[in-house]
């Protein structure tokens, strides 16, 4: 049986450097989409083996090239995991019109098109599995991150569409609705609010980034064949 071929946006850090490392372990062919932390998808790609690729998501054209480029260089794609994603906080009456650009083309602009970009070769195949990475803010709301929730609700929506699009075409789209994980993007906090948001979520502490890459490899294997248009909370219980 030939290799999965796997495409991952913001591949880097966190939770998408993860899911490079989960695949690659898995003896998958990885390439991987950055924007700028070259010094670590270098060693990224020289650990696991990955293909990594510096481009601008944000950019429908950037995404759509970069994502074609990952296609060329796997010889095909099974698996695209749409995880490049910023934080933004602040009140909306302080919001500009860059911040809101640079929020919704980061998360949602870049989905849509890296998606787009790989329909043709899996409706081709007549198999291939999206998997989008939201947030428990997309489902519930958070105060100060108003925009942010709506780009990440709007993932849901996607997902949610581009499932019942592409299902009579064998491909799966599902979405994971991650809690507060400790990555760089929560860097900002300070630990007395990391340590009340552990407090806040029943299972009594914040999640690691490979536990979201855990659901990932699920979500992409034949144990969830079945699955599609389904949006998985991976938060330790915070939002049911
Ligand atoms: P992170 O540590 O800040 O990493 C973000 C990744 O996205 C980096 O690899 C970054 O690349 C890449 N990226 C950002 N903007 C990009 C752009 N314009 N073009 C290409 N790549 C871009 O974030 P994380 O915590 O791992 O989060 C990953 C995803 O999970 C995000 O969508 C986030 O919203 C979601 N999420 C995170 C949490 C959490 O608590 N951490 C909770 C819920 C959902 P460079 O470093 O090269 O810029």
């Known amino acids: 049986m030939s290799k999965m071929k796997v495409i991952i946006t913001g591949g880097s850090r966190g939770i998408g ?3 490079v490392s989960a695949f690659a372990n898995l003896g998958a062919n990885v390439a991987f989409i950055y924007r700028s932390s070259d010094d670590a998808a270098n060693s990224l790609a020289e650990k696991t083996g990955a293909y990594a690729i510096k481009a601008d998501l944000s950019d429908a054209l950037s995404a759509t090239e970069a994502v074609i480029k990952a296609i060329r260089y796997l010889g095909g794609v099974d698996v695209l995991v749409n995880n490049a994603g910023v934080s933004s906080f602040g009140l909306l009456s302080d919001l500009t019109t860059e911040e809101y650009y640079r929020v919704m083309d980061t998360n949602l602009t870049s989905a849509v ?3 787009k970009a790989v329909l043709g070769e899996m409706i081709r195949n007549k198999s291939g599995s999206i998997i989008n990475i939201s947030s428990m803010w997309g489902e519930a709301g958070s105060s100060c991150e108003v925009v942010y929730s709506a780009s990440k609700a709007g993932m849901i929506g996607f997902t949610k569409a581009l499932a019942k699009e592409l299902g009579p075409s064998g ?3 599902n979405c994971i609705t991650p809690g507060v994980i400790d990555t760089e993007m929560n860097s ?4 007395d609010v990391l340590d009340a948001l552990a407090e806040e979520t029943p299972l009594g502490r914040i999640g690691k980034a490979e536990e979201i890459a855990d659901s990932v490899l699920w979500l992409a294997s034949d144990k969830a064949s079945f699955i599609t248009g389904q ?3 991976v938060n330790g219980g915070m939002v049911i």
């Open 17 to 19: 450097a993860a899911c």
């Open 113 to 115: 098109f890296a998606s």
């Open 171 to 173: 491909i799966r789209v």
């Open 188 to 191: 900002c906090l300070t630990k």
């Open 231 to 233: 949006v998985i909370g």
